[in-house]
């Protein structure tokens, strides 16, 4: 199975900064058609998860354009430009190159 | 709007089977893979089962494979999950999705 990691564990942010999360793969993400398919996923306490981020760089709709991904390989990263309080929670990054599909293991983000 | 809403879940003893349930609405079900997640309270994701848009193939995680088995209705825009032979680690809450949309989930317990 490939392997997710994920960092920082925790990561404490104040309104209106920006933010970083990092996401790595035990192995490439790009798929047989040339595609790479890491998603970024926020989950806020008590809610389901909600993707925000896929394709590496992609944004779902409705996603404000605060949020931004990047990265290829084994080496993915999600920004926010300017956190705002609604941003809390849990983001996971996802692989969907290969089943089993895999999750990391979180970044809690919370507000300084 | 997209929908997907999950049933079925409770309390059952260990060795004892339970049938979820996932109603879509709001778009093309035949149209689209199908997945179950769950998630331990505060703990991690696991990508439980997949299906195919017409039912053909299906994938399991090792930790259910030959006691789960997923299945879709594509005439009542429902998809299932039968549990067999369950353990206490399947405590979870369940959660229908097609990737970019998930339903809100269905909590199972197993426990005598």
């Known amino acids: 199975d490939i392997v997710m990691t994920q960092s920082p564990v925790s990561l404490p942010v104040t309104l209106g900064q920006p933010a970083s999360i990092s996401c790595r793969s035990s192995q490439s993400l790009v798929f047989s058609d040339g595609n790479t398919y890491l998603n970024w996923f926020h989950q806020r306490p008590g809610l389901s998860p909600r993707r925000l981020i896929y394709m590496v760089s992609k944004r779902d709709s409705g996603v404000p354009d605060r949020f931004s991904g990047s990265g290829s390989g084994t080496d993915f990263t999600l920004k926010i430009s300017r956190v705002e309080a609604e941003d809390v929670g849990v983001y996971y990054c996802i692989q969907t190159t290969r089943w089993p599909f895999t999750f990391g293991p979180g970044t809690k983000v919370e507000i300084k | 709007e997209v929908q997907l809403v999950e049933s079925g879940g409770g309390l059952v003893q260990p060795g004892g089977s339970l049938r979820l349930s996932c109603a879509a609405s709001?778009?093309?079900?035949?149209?689209?893979?199908m997945y179950w997640v769950r998630q331990v309270p505060g703990k991690d994701l696991v990508w439980v089962s997949r299906i195919s848009s017409d039912g053909s193939s299906t994938s399991y995680a090792d930790s259910v494979e030959g006691r789960f088995t997923i299945s879709r209705d594509n005439a009542k825009n429902t998809l299932y999950l039968q549990m067999n032979s369950l353990r206490g680690e399947d405590t979870a809450v369940y959660y229908c999705?097609?990737?970019?949309?998930w339903g809100q989930g269905t909590t199972v317990t197993v426990s005598s």
């Open positions: 709001g778009f093309s079900f035949s149209s689209y893979w």
């Open positions: 999705a097609r990737l970019d949309v």
